[in-house]
């Protein structure tokens, strides 16, 4: 395939916007290629979306579209001869999902938290997602065994672990959802900060916390940590904030890449001491990243409208329902984590909503580099990623982000500095905020850039981005990154025009790390006697089955392996 | 000798079961209860597929038979595809891609069993957890309307009553257990508290449990569904003493007066619980893949049962969508009935209403809903000779495996056999068409 | 005013759903079009005419001028007047689900009886059902907050179980019986019911629900006075207290 004459941005590989051609080979990009011709003449080019933070598979996701038939009948789309029906808007069912991530120009999605013990249901809706490659980040922060060997202090065991725990859940990475939290929620309980004990277990978070980050270094994983804080959600949080990101300022990362990546930072930037005097901290969380260099974020940002909340934060979530008197779904899963779904709706009157709306954005516009900040909504919980075209036209939009503002509760402008801010984001920092920089923070090297041997994703959008004035003309902006013009995976055109063409099936990523044989020894004494006495089943049904991942990419990690002398 | 095995009869999916092979047949099982035995030993079976002519069932070869089923879901425009619940996801998979294809309606077992739960759930959502948190943490355990004694016999031992775990060594000593029931069940016997309510009073009795448990006691009357207010408020106080309670119901809740309001009542008392101590609620599931059916229709067509594909977009809408109502009201126009007794487990009207349009079987044994077959295909059995994945009661999903071999197809076969006759029949008409 | 008579050429076996009958579609179409209009039943896309002789005057006219009689069995015809906002949809019989579903004006009146979900997610205008209407009469969609939020529904017989669930506004009156659970999960609204029903205002937070006749009343309800209404007694009730409502619920104490 040959894509001719399109405006590129390829940041990643110093390409901001030149004119010139694109050649796929063989599912890659390529220096030459023959084939089908795609005329992109002065159009945008970027490599294909990559999502970093979503959830979309599992059960958790399958929990929120069971108890929301309210959402299934949204967005019903028939069956047509390429695709399967659609439904849902905050919960789309597994098709939907992969039409409209394809429809929009993105390529690759990473299912944000998975427990172990229940990812084979993970792997089998991920399977049924069409077009989009993906992976599945396993859950770690709650553990029995991660904080036995953290209270221990058994860093090789801990490692041998998070191996055992990624091979068995075929998981991509290492996540952490307000460590401690889920196993207090055990109980009915949570962990107020860092350094609380959590009950019957005499670890604390921040131990948690430093145990995996050591250990992920250990194993060479591509991705960091993936940290969900402890106190999301609450006022006054962004100290919590502050403190677990200078737990980890010391370690040393094993790749060229951060030592932790934050989730749905806005979450967790908040300020004052209860929801009558809360306020953004933003710009403090922004003069940290700014200031340090070992940590990334996405954004999380939130959108008016409905929403689903769905995160292995339990206690939140039980406190999202009572606040907000929804239906609460709650899951804990046995020696592993907990989790709730609780569905939602953001409103502009509402001053919490209207201050939480701009965390995001301010986020965004302060930290100064980029290549820290992912352009994210945590699907479903902040809006669904149907909407990424909204955040992106109010990054590189100060008109639209003021006549925003004009409509909202009229405190916001007291309680955060979103009005005040003149920076506008450009084609190359969007590249890199929804491109180059979430594959470089997964460590998917692959993904994210159009340079050869890259993976053949490509999306092509309606606009001329030498012409338009992305301040002004945003909404002519927004409707051309809703859909785009053209979508190529692995080097097929997948859809034109909002239309699908084909659907091919996406691979799904997960990472084997070796480990030495005799720590795993060691480790499966533990395991063997939490199967026998507190798990609900054996052992020998435990891991996801091959069955499970028909369209596997393996990368392998781990301790150099040493070789025998003979 | 296989081991760790997964038993292929209820929802509690025991997956310690060993399974001894002898010349390719199942010779000993041991661990499971006898209904699981009894399943994984097998007994007689159809041995060919059979097609209704003149009135009588005439064996067939398979593709004969998938030619015929093709045909009648064609020519159907309602037809109605129902069971699921004992066969695997994978087929499941494909029974759906044969639904959206010919324009059926697609619906579970749990129309008759734990449907009104489901309902329940889209009013309230389910705070719930897996097994392993009631065996390691639950020192309150109720069984309201069910009665596992005799409908789960291996679930006290692995996950309930007389589980043992890190928060309960203690096992059975260390907890109350609690039934409430319209009659004294063999669980209710060996229970430390039975409450007996009057037949059709689950909800006002959860109603005013709720409000003695929220301290708002003085609204209530003296006695609530055939229970003295006194009692009641015991019972309020044992349940906010939990250290860690659950609550299992099942089809005495589900089906009796109230239906899904019972369920979402319960739902909300549970979550009330929630502000003095830890609870959850967990639904009995029967069948051993009820709850795989829903979980795959769910992420399928964003609805776990009663789904109309007709008009090509999912519509669900359960008093209408559902297998009964439509039988009952002779709105389907063919039926492909898999994994499931229809007629044996049909209320009566619904289960005649079968008699009058054409029927398609696919099971490995006989069963009443042969005699009104049109259609009848023996496949092999999932968990014994084919594998495939399986949702426990909690959602959980574990994969069954294969023992032995069988001469059978798989159910996943059948459907894929009927959906290429479809396609098949499809062409020849639109090319005769051209 | 611009008359259409509408009457099914044989009975349905498989129900139709022929959402397409509303004043509003009518509105601009020739009798022609309108024939040509899509119905369903089952998996089978059909024209109007397929199954209904469409006969009246030819010329278009707006939905507020338009009466569309239906004459004959049209109980197994579902979404009939779906969404419309003016006009009138005459029913010389019964009618199947569904009727009158998201109505936001206009008048749906039915010389028979409804089927089930009479006017579900009404948001204005007007029902009559000279019979009886079947469960789930001005109720909502699974898993919605809201159902009804506006309009006027009246049924002279009785109403089957589920009546106005998810009520937040407008009125139903029922002259007969209404089934179990009328007014569950209410937020707003008024419903009266001429006979007896069961467990009224399960979960209500707001509006009133009055029953002549007698009814079960949940144990979480608080009784307060007996109240008069056009000279007849009434207890009166607060709740739902589990869920601490301020809905009202007024009961009627025997014949005075």
């Known amino acids: 395939m040959i894509i001719k004459g399109g405006i590129v941005y390829d940041p990643a590989n110093g390409i901001y916007g030149d004119e010139m051609d694109l050649f796929i080979d063989k599912g890659r990009m390529a220096l030459q290629a023959k084939g089908e011709v795609i005329d992109a003449s002065g159009l945008l080019v970027m490599p294909g979306g990559v999502d970093a933070h979503t959830h979309i598979a599992g059960k958790k996701v399958n929990t929120g579209r069971i108890m929301s038939p309210n959402d299934s009948r949204q967005g019903t789309e028939p069956r047509s001869a390429v695709c399967r029906p659609s439904t849902g808007y905050t919960v789309p069912n597994c098709y939907a999902m992969g039409y409209r991530y394809a429809r929009m120009g993105y390529t690759t999605a990473f299912e944000a938290a998975t427990p172990i013990l229940e990812a084979r249901h993970t792997h089998e809706e991920l399977e049924e997602i069409p077009i989009i490659d993906k992976g599945a980040l396993t859950l770690f922060g709650s553990n029995w065994q991660v904080m036995e060997c953290v209270r221990d202090k058994d860093l090789s065991k801990l490692a041998a672990y998070v191996a055992w725990g990624l091979r068995s859940a075929r998981g991509y990475g290492v996540k952490i959802v307000n460590p401690g939290g889920g196993e207090a929620w055990g109980f009915g309980a949570n962990v107020k900060g860092i350094n609380d004990t959590v009950p019957n277990f005499d670890v604390t978070p921040a131990e948690i916390i430093m145990g995996l980050a050591k250990a992920n270094e250990m194993l060479h994983l591509p991705h960091s940590i993936h940290l969900h804080f402890n106190n999301l959600g609450k006022p006054g949080n962004y100290t919590t904030a502050i403190e677990t990101l200078d737990l980890l300022k010391d370690i040393k990362p094993s790749r060229m890449r951060q030592i932790v990546h934050v989730a749905h930072m806005q979450f967790s930037a908040y300020g004052g001491t209860s929801w009558r005097d809360f306020e953004s901290k933003a710009p403090v969380i922004a003069d940290y990243f700014n200031a340090h260099s070992h940590a990334t974020m996405d954004m999380g940002q939130m959108l008016f409208g409905s929403a689903t909340t769905m995160t292995a934060d339990a206690p939140l979530e039980y406190g999202n329902a009572r606040l907000t008197h929804n239906k609460w779904s709650n899951h804990d899963i046995e020696l592993e984590e907990s989790s709730g779904v609780v569905p939602m709706n953001y409103f502009r009157k509402m001053l919490v909503n209207a201050v939480q709306w701009a965390i995001g954005l301010e986020l965004a516009l302060l930290v100064n580099d980029p290549w820290k900040v992912l352009m994210t909504t945590d699907h479903p919980n902040g809006s669904p990623f149907v909407n990424y075209p909204e955040v992106i036209t109010l990054l590189m939009s100060k008109p639209k982000r003021d006549a925003e503002i004009a409509t909202l509760h009229e405190q916001v402008p007291k309680r955060t500095t979103l009005a005040g801010i003149e920076r506008e984001l450009d084609w190359t920092d969007i590249s890199i905020m929804t491109r180059a920089a979430p594959a470089r923070v997964l460590g998917l090297d692959d993904k994210g850039h159009l340079g050869p041997g890259a993976d053949g994703d490509v999306s092509i959008y309606n606009l001329r981005p030498l012409e338009v004035d992305t301040s002004l003309d945003h909404a002519i902006v927004k409707k051309a990154l809703a859909t785009a013009k053209y979508t190529i995976k692995g080097g097929v055109l997948v859809s034109k025009e909002g239309q699908i063409l084909a659907t091919p099936p996406g691979r799904t990523f997960w990472v084997d790390a070796a480990v030495p044989q005799a720590d795993t020894d060691r480790l499966m004494i533990d395991l063997e006697e939490k199967f026998a006495k507190y798990y609900s089943i054996q052992i020998a049904n435990y891991a996801v089955q091959d069955a499970y991942l028909p369209h596997a990419k393996v990368i392998r990690a781990g301790l150099p392996i040493l070789s025998e002398v003979a | ?434 | 005013m611009r008359t259409i008579t509408i009457t099914p050429k044989k009975a349905f076996r498989i129900s139709v759903e022929a959402e397409n009958i509303s004043p509003d579609k009518f509105a601009s179409l020739n009798i022609e079009q309108i024939k040509s209009l899509t119905v369903w039943q089952g998996n089978r896309k059909i024209m109007l005419s397929d199954l209904f002789t469409v006969e009246g005057d030819d010329a278009p006219d707006k939905a507020e001028e338009t009466t569309i009689r239906l004459a004959g069995d049209f109980f197994q015809v579902k979404r009939i007047g779906e969404g419309m906002t003016a006009g009138v949809v005459e029913v010389q019989g019964s009618i199947g689900m569904h009727a009158g579903n998201n109505m936001k004006g206009g008048l749906l009146s039915i010389a028979g009886n409804a089927d089930d979900w009479l006017a579900r997610e009404m948001r204005g205008g007007k029902v009559v059902v000279m019979g009886n209407a079947g469960n789930y009469a001005g109720g909502g969609y699974r898993g919605e907050k809201c159902g009804m939020r506006g309009g006027e529904i009246e049924v002279k017989g009785s109403a089957g179980a589920y009546l106005g669930e998810h009520l937040c506004g407008g009125s139903i009156r029922i002259g007969g019986d209404a089934g179990d659970f009328p007014g569950a999960a209410n937020q707003g609204g008024t419903i009266f019911i001429g006979g007896s029903t069961y467990l009224p205002g399960a979960e209500m937070s707001k509006g009133t629900i009055t029953v002549k006749g007698e009814a079960k009343v949940l144990p979480s309800f608080q009784r307060l006075e007996i109240v008069q209404i056009d000279g007849l007694a009434f207890q009166k009730y607060a709740g739902d207290n589990v869920d601490n409502g301020k809905g009202e619920l007024l009961v009627g104490v025997g014949s005075s």
Request: hydrophobic share 40%.
């Open chain 2, 1 to 434: 000798m296989i081991k760790d095995a997964v038993c292929s009869f209820c929802g509690c999916l025991c997956d310690d079961i060993n399974v001894e092979v002898e010349d390719g047949k199942v010779k000993r099982v041991r661990h499971a209860c006898r209904l699981g035995s009894s399943k994984i030993m097998g007994h007689d079976r159809m041995q060919s597929p059979m097609i209704r002519k003149d009135g009588v069932l005439v064996a067939s070869s398979f593709q004969e038979a998938y030619d015929r089923a093709a045909q009648i879901l064609l020519q159907a425009s309602k037809p109605l595809m129902y069971g699921w619940a004992s066969t695997s996801c994978e087929a499941a998979k494909k029974g759906i891609l044969l639904a959206e294809e010919v324009g059926a309606v697609l619906d579970s077992t749990a129309t008759v069993c734990h449907g009104p739960s489901v309902i329940g759930i889209e009013e309230k959502g389910l705070p719930g957890a897996t097994l392993g948190q009631v065996k390691n943490r639950a020192d309150t355990i109720v069984f309201w309307g069910c009665n596992p004694a005799e409908a789960h016999p291996r679930h006290s031992l692995r996950y309930s009553s007389n589980s043992c775990g890190r928060f309960t060594p203690q096992g059975r000593e260390g907890r109350k257990i609690i039934v409430i029931d319209v009659r004294e069940t063999k669980t209710a016997k060996n229970a430390d508290k039975f409450v007996r309510i009057t037949p059709g009073s689950d909800y006002e009795v959860i109603s005013a449990l709720r409000m003695l448990v929220a301290g708002k006691g003085d609204t209530v009357p003296d006695e609530v569904g055939g229970v003295p207010k006194v009692d009641l408020a015991d019972l309020a106080d044992m349940l906010k003493a939990a250290k860690f309670g659950a609550v299992f119901f099942g089809l005495g809740i589900t089906h009796s007066r109230g239906r899904y309001k019972n369920i979402d009542n319960a739902l909300s008392l549970v979550a009330e619980l929630n502000s003095h101590t830890k609870f959850v609620i967990m639904p009995m599931r029967g069948h051993y893949n009820v709850g795989g059916i829903g979980q795959v229709l769910a992420w399928s067509s964003g609805y776990p049962m009663s789904v109309d594909f007709t008009r090509g977009g999912p519509y669900f809408n359960p008093g209408e969508t559902a297998a009964c109502d439509l039988l009952a009201r002779g709105d389907a126009d063919a039926a492909l009935i898999i994994a499931a007794d229809a007629v044996s487990n049909f209320p009566r009207a619904t289960a005649k209403a079968l008699a009058n349009i054409p029927v398609i079987q696919i099971d490995p044994y006989e069963n009443p809903t042969t005699l009104l077959s049109d259609v009848v295909i023996p496949c092999a059995v999932v968990g014994v000779e084919v594998e495939g994945t399986a949702y426990r009661m909690d959602g959980l999903a574990l994969r069954l495996r294969k023992m032995v071999d069988s001469s059978f197809p798989s159910d996943e076969e059948i459907l894929m056999g009927i959906l290429e006759s479809v396609h098949k029949q499809r062409q020849l008409k639109a090319n005769e068409g051209a």
